[in-house]
């Protein structure tokens, strides 16, 4: 397996490099095989979001090289998936309808989405289907729970099955069981798709339930401080999360955050 | 609950006509100062064909003026929601222009046009154009800055973002808008008339104050009231019709 996103020694400043403003990353450098889960965890304004920015090219770093599939980063990549905190889904669509929107909208899809739109109809239905969402297709957003829209919005980021998921908090806004529901719905989508993904997170156990490896990010400006494998064996379930090796794990994570903050 | 609800806007409607009347009667107040609502109705019976006539005269100068309002509105709201250059360049020419009085305009628009129907309609069409353009273009520019990224991140166009996402995430507010320029649009009118009109409510009132029938100008008041009450709740209807997944599925769903 080669490095599908690299980066090297990069900075980035908000509003490009300034005098006195501190870099929201900083000389960050991580590599990331295909297909790999990893998570990055830190402090809140640590500029974990911002990584994710400068790797889906939706805001250029200052120093340092960005690669995605061996090509430099040098605009918004288009075969990326993108869920937030935030579901994001449109209102006036339906679940249905707000799971088709990148394969109406995207540079590869948009040309075919009439001749195909039976296909897609198929795929988005079944997508829905995997994600527990049947029977949902023609709600409304505001119909749905919190729970049911950050699925629905995962579901939107993979529809046009990207090679690169990029989640930002996706679960953070839940309630404490369906954030866990929604991590086995996750690691699913995963162990069968094996895209790559980069979960920004702050719940360690959330991190050491879902990654391959974890990257303990520092305050800002956002240094890459620890680098830490996750070798539970898959596909991890809600019970291992008390076995004590994963513990253990969570722990050695929850030092580093805390020597983070403290410096 | 929801009959109280439904009851309220009616009940406080006619407490009003009562509380006016009785105070007028009351205290005596002479006609020529305050008529009571009584004898306002009663104007209004009497001089019906005169009214009827203006106020019609006045209806349809005032939609035409909200149409155009409606259509330049819509437009120039786009066009400055979609781009933050045409946004911040716009912006302060627009508060400038609506902080003018428009009754300072209407002379000006006499000059170009002459007295009658023309200053009337574009008065009206500059008096309810300003909240459709701010509205179409508040609802463009404050698109969730994440929603965006997901768009970019596929490489959507300006044009399908602008389409798929801008245009119905404004319509909401382009909505909202409406019902209150409708009810501006009659005030622009009303204004061109009293200045320099020669038909219409406005012309109407005028000519019943100089010769102090007092009743029949509060009678043309209550009727371009109601005028804007109609046209504001057939909007609220237009809205609900439209844009009902703005309300979130309540009891307007």
């Given amino acids: 397996m080669t490095a599908f996103v690299e980066l090297e020694q990069v900075t980035m400043t908000y509003g490009g490099p300034g005098i006195d403003t501190v870099p929201a990353v900083a000389d960050a450098s991580l590599t990331i095989k295909q297909g790999e889960f990893v998570a990055m965890v830190g402090p809140s304004g640590c500029g974990k979001s911002s ?20 090509e430099p980063v040098t605009r918004p990549l288009t075969m990326v998936g993108m869920a937030f905190q935030n579901a994001t889904l449109l209102p006036w669509r339906t679940t249905l309808e707000n799971v088709l929107l990148p394969l109406e909208v995207s540079r590869t899809h948009r040309g075919s989405f009439r001749r195909k739109k039976a296909e897609h109809l198929e795929t988005a239905r079944a997508l829905l289907k995997t994600v527990g969402l049947e ?14 829209q950050q699925r629905a919005s995962l579901c939107r980021a993979l529809i046009h099955a990207p090679d690169l998921l990029l989640l930002d908090e996706p679960f953070a806004a839940l309630d404490a069981f369906t954030r866990e529901e929604l991590w086995g719905v996750l690691q699913d989508l995963w162990m069968q798709r094996k895209f790559t993904v980069i979960l920004v997170t702050h719940d360690l156990r959330e991190a050491v ?15 890459i401080v620890y680098e830490r494998p996750i070798p539970l064996a898959r596909p991890r379930t809600l019970e291992s999360t008390f076995d004590q090796d994963f513990v253990d794990l969570v722990h050695k994570l929850r030092d580093h955050i805390g020597e983070v903050r403290a410096s | 609950m929801i009959s109280k609800i439904k009851l309220a806007p009616w009940l406080a409607t006619i407490g009003l006509f009562v509380f006016w009347e009785v105070v007028c009667r009351l205290f005596s107040v002479p006609e020529f100062i305050l008529p009571t609502p ?3 109705i009663a104007a209004m019976i009497e001089y019906w064909p005169a009214i009827w006539q203006n106020a019609f005269y006045t209806f349809w100068v005032t939609m035409v003026g909200f149409a155009l309002a409606v259509i330049f509105g819509l437009a120039l709201g786009l066009v400055t929601g979609a781009s933050a250059v045409v946004y911040s360049a ?11 009085p428009k009754v300072a305009i209407v002379p000006v628009l006499v000059v170009w046009f002459g007295i009658g129907t023309i200053p009337a309609i574009l ?24 929603l965006k990224d997901v768009l970019r991140s ?30 501006l649009a009659f005030v622009g009118t009303v204004i061109s008339e009293t200045v320099a009109g020669n038909a219409g409510m406005g012309h109407l009132m005028l000519t019943a104050s100089s010769s102090f029938r007092v009743p029949l100008v509060f009678a043309g008041l209550l009727v371009i009231a109601a005028m804007g009450v ?24």
């Avoid at chain 1, 990584?51 to 599939?69: C, E, Q, Y």
């Avoid at chain 1, 490896?213 to 956002?222: I, L, M, N, W």
């Fill in chain 1, 51 to 70: 990584l994710l920015k400068i790797v889906s090219g939706l805001m250029p770093a200052d120093k340092g090289i960005t690669r995605v599939a061996g």
């Fill in chain 1, 135 to 148: 029977g949902y297709e023609d709600h409304a957003p505001y119909e749905l729970s919190g729970g049911m």
């Fill in chain 1, 209 to 223: 339930y879902l990654a391959d490896r974890v990257y303990v990010v520092s305050k800002r400006p956002g240094r």
């Fill in chain 2, 38 to 40: 009584s004898a306002s």
């Fill in chain 2, 90 to 100: 716009i912006y302060p020419l627009l508060v400038g222009f609506n902080s003018i």
């Fill in chain 2, 123 to 146: 008065t009206a069409f500059t008096i309810s154009f300003f909240p459709i353009v701010v509205n179409v273009a508040t609802g463009l520019a404050t698109l969730e800055p994440e």
């Fill in chain 2, 154 to 183: 596929l490489g959507a166009r300006k044009i399908d973002i602008l389409l798929k996402v801008g245009v119905p995430r404004s319509m909401p507010y382009f909505f909202a808008s409406l019902k209150v320029a409708v009810t």
């Fill in chain 2, 230 to 253: 109609g046209m504001y709740v057939v909007f609220v209807l237009v809205e609900r019709r439209f844009v009902g997944w703005a309300f979130r599925g309540g009891d307007n769903g």
